[in-house]
């Protein structure tokens, strides 16, 4: 019993901060705590990390670099827009001239076969008039003719030729030439078929006699 009491008062004089005595060996060995985990950082704060990341890789490492490409594209895009613009425009211009001569052709071929009858209708008028001045049939012819030339007018063709005009070899085609008294040489005395122009074309130019 002395001998229990003993071991007690050992083990109470022992300083606490000493080291428990190694296990016999035929203890068993104490059973080691696994270290905690850290805890985990929080999904936005993750996320957040991740896009600072992605955005410092993807960052131009120039600001005014991309700022100049994309001005020099937009200046490439509306040179493109203003030539496509300009080809555009002269190829409307181009297709109205077009059009506008091919619109004179087709009045000038339909003039060339009118001309003929509105000339005969002329000469009948002068063939009444030559015979009967009152014939019944001169007004209705004269009113023929005029209603015929009235609407070669509207579609820009018109005569031209009058006596006392000077001599035009673009415009005149000289029949005969004759000296004439009190008539300077190279003027038209007479007008033997009237010439007609659409604008500035000569459709038929005019049968005149001229001054020698």
């Keep these: ?83 496509t613009q300009a080809d555009f425009e002269n190829f409307r211009k181009r297709m109205a001239r077009d059009v506008r001569a091919a619109e004179a052709r087709g009045m000038g071929r339909l003039a060339k076969e009118l001309l003929p009858a509105l000339d005969n209708l002329e000469r009948a008028v002068a063939a009444l008039e030559a015979a009967d001045h009152d014939h019944h049939m001169t007004d209705g012819i004269r009113l023929v003719t005029a209603e015929l030339t009235a609407a070669l007018q509207r579609t820009g063709i018109e005569g031209y030729a009058a006596k006392g005009e000077r001599f035009d070899p673009v415009c005149h085609e000289a029949v005969a030439q004759t000296p004439v008294e009190g008539a300077e040489p190279g003027t038209i005395v007479e007008v033997l078929q009237a010439g007609y122009r659409l604008n500035d074309s000569i459709l038929r130019p005019a049968r005149v006699v001229v001054a020698g």
């Design 1 to 83: 019993m002395s001998t229990e009491r003993h071991d007690i008062d050992v083990e109470r004089a022992r300083p606490p901060d000493e080291a428990a005595p190694a296990p016999a060996p035929g203890d068993a060995a104490p059973v080691a705590r696994p270290p905690e985990p850290a805890p985990a950082a929080p999904a936005a704060e993750a996320e957040a990390a991740e896009a600072a990341a992605a955005g410092a890789a993807t960052a131009p490492a120039d600001p005014d670099a991309d700022l100049r490409a994309r001005a020099d594209k937009a200046d490439e895009y509306l040179k493109l827009a203003q030539r």
